[in-house]
Structures are given as C-alpha cells and as structure tokens.
C-alpha cells in the first residue's frame, strides 16, 4: 500500500523538487555568497538599511491587520452561509473573486478609492468632507485591497469549521442563559478555532508576500517586502540583496506556518 | 596557338568572376530568419507599422519586438550575457551606460551606417567608443491642469509650491528622467546642478507631498486621467496619449530650461547577427522611418534632413530653437551615480 503511494505521488513530488524546491535551494545558497566568499555579509548588508527594516515592518503590520480584519468580517459570514437554506449559492458568491484575476480586481479598486471614486463620492453626498480625501495609495488602500483579496480563504476555512460543530451547541447555551456574545466567546471560537488558525495561517502568508496588490494601491512611496524585492531583482540588480529578501520572506512564512501548525495541534490533542 | 592562349585566358577571367562573386556574397552574412530587438512597448503597434513591417519588406527578415523598460530588459540581456537572444537594444543613454559596464553591449562599426552623416553632431556617439547613436531626441516638459492650477506654471519650482501638495507626481529616481530631475532641482535652486545637498532637500519635500511617484509613463497619465494628481513632469514621447484624455491640460517649458534626453540604440554583444543589426540601426536612422514616427507623433527625429509640417513639428521636439534650448545632464555622471541615488532616494522615502 505505501509503495502504492509512492508510486502516484512521485511525479508530482518530481515537479515539486524541479520547479520549488531546487530554486529555493538555490536561492538559499546564493544568499551566502558574496563576491565569491561565503558569509553572512550579504544578511549583515541587508539587515543594516533602514529601507529593508521598514518595509520588513511595515509587512508584518499589514499583514497582522488584515488577518484580523479577515477574521473578524469571516465569522458572521461563515455563521450566516452554515444556517443559510441556500448556503450553496452563498458560497458562490464568495469563491467567485477568487475567479477573477487579481490584476483586475485591483484596478477596479483604483476607481473605487480614486479622488473622484465611489467612496469620495459618498462621503462628499454625505457631507463628511468638503474635499475629496487621499484613499489611493496609502496603507489603509493596500489593507483593504489584501482583505479583499484573501477574506474568502478565511470564510470558506470558517465554514467548514462551523459546520464540523455540533448543531445544538448555540441552543444549550442560550438555553443555559448565555447571550449572543457570550455564547460566541465561550462556545463557538473555541470549537472553530481550528478553522480559525488555518484561514489565519493561508491569510498571513498571503498578505506578506502579495505584489501586485501593494504595489498598484500602494504606490511606490509604501514599500513591503515583495515590492522592495522587485526593486533590488529589476531595478538595481542587486542580486546578492534580493536573494536575501526572498529567503526572509520564506522564513516568514514558514515560520508562521509553524506557529500556527502548533497552535492548531495544542487544538486537536 | 592564339586560339589556345585565348581560350586559357578566357578560362582565367571567368574563374577569377566566380572567385570574386563568392568572395562578395561572403560579406553579406546570410539572413537570419528574425531579428530580435529589445525595446519600449510604448506605441507597440506603430513601432510595427513604421519600422517592423518596412524592414521585413525590405531585407525579408522579421523584427520580434521583447518589451519592457529599462531595467527588466537590462536584467534580461546581464541574465542572458553567455547566450543572448537579443539582437539589438534600446536604452536611454544611463541605461546603456550601466549595460556597457555590465558588457552586454559592444561597439558598432561606423562605417556600417552610413545614414550617421545625416544625424545631429550630439546623436553620433553619445556615449562615446560607438557604442551607442541616439536614434531619437527628448525632453522632458510639465503638463498640468489649466482648470485646477492658477496662476500658471512656468518653471519647475512651480512644484514647490504649497497650495499643489498632494496634487503632483514625479518620477521614480530609477527612471529615465529621474537622476535628471535630481540635477534639475539641484540647478534651479542651488548654486549649480552639482549643488546636490540642495537637490535633495528639494526632493526630499516632493516625496513628502506627492501621494505617489511613478515609474513608467503610462502610470503618470493614468493618474491624470483619473484626477489624482493636478501637476506631472511629463517626457515627450508621451505628450500625444496626455492630450488624447480631453482633459483641460497645458504644456509648459520650463523657463529654466527643458530636460533634453535621448533614446539610443545599440548591438547587443555576442549576437551572431551584427552586421543585420547595424543594418536595422542604420534603417532606424533613415529619412524614411524618421519622417514615419514624427508624423505619428511616436518620436522626434535626428535625422537633421526630415523636414516635419507646422503642426506636426508643434508636438514634438523639433526646430532648431527647441533644440538648442535642451539641457542635456552628462550620461555618464549618472550613470555612475545612479545605484546611489536610487538608494537614497529609497531612503527618503521611509
């Protein structure tokens, strides 16, 4: 049976050696090989600019918000579309974005937050401002063009979250006179945070290493990890410093893999 | 016997024909099935029409265009320096500078283009060792909102002035204008444009009070389009998509002067086309494609003999006055310097 396995699994762990990890190997060896000698320098290099810093900051910021946001927008969501007769309808609408290329997603986002875009408009309709305000490019545009982008892994991760828990659980609570909240925070989150964990897990990566997102709502003035790479692959060709960014970031995300893989055994056992 | 002397003699000049002939059809090296030239995708589908298809109608050999801006296609032809796959190259002149250091590049001979007598003295050998001729002249103008902005912008400190914060754009540092800009800002407000701590300082409070810069020009316009920005330094090549929006937008030259640049063409090294490669920059100077892409508003000419219509000459950098007004910044002090300034222009950005 296991050599069974093997046997079908080995053309795909082949193109995963070839096209994944091979390049990263690569690029891991790479990173320790500065003119010819090996060596931390260029880490030290990297680590020592101010730009690398901010941007590593700033990720890890963006990235912490929107996993937030993602989770707080999921639970009603995910809440509604189990107890939903047309649940499947529901979950339609929330994986048809991710058939939409994400390219054009963002640009849509362009107009919406534009000075003339929807969101100016109503606020100016509304009275809230006199003139329009600067949505585009700054850091509250890329947090919401990220969550956008990556809130239906958290809710489809919640739904099937919800829908593992026993169905009269929220009755046994109300019936033991437990509100709403109550009942949310002492009996709900405990038993979905697995699926918690693991939407957090597919948004936090996500968002660290997302492009195109951050660098059209972002501008180029708010760098973050993925954009500060693409400058110093293609616009400095500074190839020892971007091979250290890419290394990071896939540090990072194993990283957090990891912490919540941990969390999510604390969970099960 | 004369018959006998005559006959050998004949035998003699016609082997000597055929030795000749083979010996010329040797200096024509034979066509490649395509050229492959690196370049702006700006105006694409002119570029085709006007050079692309005529070289292919005249030599039978095709032209693939591989698109993108400086640095990808810098980064390309350094990743590809064993084994390139590029023929020939466009740059601007800092950009052709770091790819000579790089050795991707290597000289044209002279006398294989011959339409360089009919170009501009300054187009011949910009960066010096026939490296690279400069194919087309351009500069860098302002367009900004007649309806938004008064009174008027006449000179670049206009950029500075306080009521248009958050309303203007600028270049990238690693653009093509973008070390010009610096030594622009260092000249109109310090001493001279070597007066850098100046320039810095100017352009440290443009990175505080522009809501973004831009790298490509296509992003400028869109910003204009969409009303983000009032106010944008905008390259000529870029002037006919500005006025296409149908927005209420004025050109201005600068009183302190317009930044001249060029775009330069070169033969990619290792290439085993050369000699259709000069060939190809030796078309791209020709009367016949000049006159193509300035009556199509792609590029101006420096071919000193396209003699343009009033209306059409209005929109492009041409006549002797413009010309001679251009501020053209030394290409290999920036080139030099640019690795620098990027990084701290990226530094003062944070």
Known sequence: MKKKAWFWTFPALCFLTIFFIAPLFFIFIESFQAEKTWGFDNYINVFSQPVFTTALLRTLKISTIVTFLAALLAYPAASAIVKSKRRNLLMSLIILPLMT??????????????????????????????????????EPAVIIGLLQLFLPFMVLSLVSALENMPADVEEAAYSLGANKLQTFWRVVFPLSREGLVFGGTLVFTGSTTAYVTPAMLGGTKLLMLSTLLQQKSLVLLQWSSATVIAVIMVIMVIFINQVFKGRRLEETS | MKKIISVVLLIIMLGILVLAQGETNAAVPSKPDKLVVSWWGFNLDLLDKNIAEPFEQKYGIKVEWDVGDNVARLARLVVRKDKPVVD??????????????????????????????????????????????????????????TDKIEPPVTSWKDFWRPELSGYLTWPEMNTTYGPALLLMSSKVWGESDRDLDVGWQKLSDIIERAPTLYRRSS?????????????????????????ALGLPLARVFPEEGVIGEMSVVGVVNGTPNIYWAEEFINFLLSHEVQMAEALDLVDSPVNTFVDLPADIAAKLVYGEELIDSLVFFDPTYLGENIDEWVEKWDKLKL
Do not use: K
Request: charged content about 15%; hydrophobic content about 45%.
């Open chain 2, 88 to 145: 020939v190259v466009g740059f601007t002149p800092t950009f052709a500078y770091r790819a000579i250091q790089e050795g991707v590049l290597q000289p044209y001979r002279p006398e294989r283009i011959p339409n360089l007598a009919y170009i501009y003295d300054w187009a011949q050998d910009p960066l010096s060792g026939h490296y690279v001729v400069a194919y087309t002249v351009q500069c860098m103008g302002i367009y900004y909102r």
């Open chain 1, 101 to 138: 290329n994400a390219v054009a997603r963002t640009y849509a986002w362009l107009v919406i937050m534009g000075r003339h875009g929807l969101i100016n408009s109503v606020l100016l309709s509304l009275g809230d401002t006199r003139n329009p305000v600067q949505i585009l490019y700054t």
């Open chain 2, 219 to 243: 992003e400028a316009i869109m910003l204009l389009q969409q009303e983000e920005v009032w106010l944008a330094p905008m390259p000529s090549f870029a002037w006919g998509s500005v006025e």
